[in-house]
């Protein structure tokens, strides 16, 4: 373990950097069970003093800058300013957990210092996942399995906090044994390491789906995002292009599903007033048609609610002769007639897309760091949409991050989800490829199958053991599919009780250092050794 120079703790520190990334480059995530030993062992061999605490903090600096940057470089397509502003928050929380265990290391029993690294590092991606503005939790270690569902079955029981806690405790345990090289230490890491997937092998083979299933059909139009791009492809007007693929969906089919913001693209639609529904129906109408029935669409649509001379929200904006109003990134329940019969509006927002950050400042300054659409208004409810007695929830995009908001729905009574997304403002990059394998995550989590339309793709089923249910519409393809999918109405663990592993690692982390602190304290009267 001995390693002093310069050369060999930027090689751990590429290594690291290289085990960290494997999950979100569509490799797999079980590197992420050694990938903070290389940081473990630079620690170990650097002393309690203050020039080596900062050269420990610019080694971790460096590692979780490059980890950011591998894996999360393509949302400049988006907005240039959206992988520095992540990186950096990213890099902070990833620094508050590590540091205070490289400080602690030093000065505390070891005990100690490995449970401050594990409760804290959870309790600051539980506060980045929960934040309203300035939370991009695109690389919670839990989410790196998501290559790897066959080996996390159990985020039934723990969510992706569980898969962060394993991470860590594996990293812990195996550094262990190159540590004091002991029989003990090596069982130790051999169960940690394998007990897990057992556990998780047993819950797949074991697992039996519903009797009950619906036909549910989507929708990828692959119309581009861009004014541009719309233009060189001929899709400046799309809807005979949608009422086509719409008259291709099988009558028997319970919903389907347009991806996010559709109705933007219609001319003659754009952002619908709610106030003023009845006057977009013919034009729903002459989507729907009259070959379905009994089918109802879910679709993506930009809305405003109205205010009149009354600032209603925060998030409010104003415009003269209109008055105060809201927009919202929202999803319409249409039937067959084409009237709109209910409206979830998204409840989390992209930062610095949808949601400004420091909005109050922005505000004064007049400043907004919108790029595509501005501030947005918060959702709050967890709309369930139902046809014929079947009840589904309708998320959108980004929704697919958070587990704790996506289980929501299945509080709330939804039997299957639908997921509604346009992912081609970052082009043809691993960002869309993960949003759809971060949805397998969520349906193991809440044990419901999942219907995805996207924009440009992926879009495709997933059933409730997170695995992907036929073909699959991939980038800069146009079509429809159809599936049927289990139904279920019973609740998860997770879905029960959210991130309870989080909020019970930010307790213990709040106790460890304030039993720290008292350790310090004893000791520096010498009441402790």
């Known amino acids: 373990m001995k390693q002093n120079s310069?050369?060999?703790r930027l090689l751990l520190v590429a290594l690291s950097v290289v085990l960290l990334s494997a999950?979100?480059?569509?490799?797999?995530?079980l590197t992420l069970l050694v990938a903070l030993i290389p940081l473990l062992i630079i620690s170990e061999n650097l002393s309690d003093s203050k020039r080596d605490f900062w050269r420990m903090f610019g080694y971790a600096t460096l590692t979780f800058?490059?980890?950011?940057?591998?894996?999360i470089w393509w949302v400049w397509n988006a907005t240039p300013l959206g992988p520095l502003a992540a990186g950096i928050v990213g890099t902070f929380y990833n620094l508050c957990g590590f540091m205070a265990y490289h400080y602690t290391s030093k000065r505390?029993?070891?005990?100690?210092a490995y449970t401050i690294l594990v409760t804290l590092w959870i309790a600051t991606e539980w506060a980045y996942n929960s934040a309203d503005v300035m939370t991009f939790p695109w690389l919670l270690l839990g989410h790196g399995f998501s290559e790897d569902i066959w080996a996390v079955q159990w985020y039934e029981y723990t969510g992706i906090f569980g898969?962060?806690?394993?991470?860590?405790?594996?990293?812990i345990a195996i550094f262990e044994i190159l540590r004091t090289r002991t029989t003990t230490a090596k069982v130790r890491a051999a169960i940690i390491v394998i007990a897990p997937?057992?556990?998780?092998?047993?819950?797949?083979?074991?697992?039996r789906p519903s009797e009950r299933t619906t036909e549910i059909s989507v929708i990828q139009p692959n119309v581009p995002c861009y004014e541009d791009e719309r233009e060189a492809s001929g899709k400046m007007q799309p809807t005979?292009?949608?009422?086509?693929?719409?008259?291709?969906v099988p009558a028997s089919s319970s919903f389907m599903l347009m991806p996010e913001s559709a109705l933007a693209y219609i001319p003659g639609i754009g952002s619908v007033d709610e106030s003023r529904m009845e006057y977009i129906a013919p034009f729903l109408d002459s989507f729907v048609g009259d070959n379905h029935p009994n089918t109802k669409l879910i679709t993506g649509a930009s809305t405003m609610v109205r205010y009149g001379d009354t600032r209603a929200t925060n998030t409010a904006h104003y415009y003269k002769d209109y008055g105060w109003y809201d927009r919202y990134n929202s999803a319409l329940l249409v039937n067959d007639k084409g009237m709109v019969e209910d409206i979830y509006h998204k409840g989390k927002l992209v930062i610095g897309v949808e949601a400004v950050p420091m909005k109050g400042i922005f505000d004064f300054l007049e400043i907004d760091l919108g790029g595509i659409t501005g501030q947005l208004g918060w959702g709050k409810e967890f709309k369930v949409f139902s046809n014929e007695g079947v009840n589904i929830g309708p998320s959108i995009c980004y929704e697919g991050l958070y587990g704790n908001h996506f289980a929501g729905f299945a509080r709330n009574g939804a039997e299957v989800m639908a997921l509604v997304s346009n992912d081609g403002w970052w082009g043809d990059t691993p960002g869309h490829k993960r949003l759809f394998d971060f949805c397998r995550l969520r349906a193991i989590e809440c044990r419901r199958a999942i219907a995805r339309s996207a924009n440009t793709g992926i879009s495709g089923f997933i059933s409730?053991?997170?695995?992907?249910?036929g073909e699959r519409l991939e980038w800069n393809e146009e079509g429809i599919l159809t599936a049927e999918l289990e139904l279920r109405n019973d609740k998860t663990i997770y879905t029960m009780y959210g991130d309870w592993i989080a909020r019970i690692s930010t307790f213990v982390a709040i106790l460890s250092l304030l039993y720290y602190a008292a350790y310090r304290t004893k000791r520096k009267n010498h009441l402790v050794e």
């Open 197 to 207: 997937i057992i556990l998780s092998v047993a819950l797949l083979l074991s697992y």
């Open 464 to 469: 409730a053991t997170g695995k992907t249910i």
């Open 240 to 248: 005979n292009d949608i009422i086509n693929l719409i008259a291709k």
């Open 6 to 8: 310069t050369s060999h």
């Open 65 to 71: 800058l490059l980890w950011d940057a591998a894996t």
């Open 23 to 29: 999950g979100w480059l569509g490799i797999t995530g």
């Open 163 to 171: 898969g962060t806690l394993w991470a860590l405790i594996s990293n």
């Open 108 to 112: 505390a029993p070891r005990a100690l």
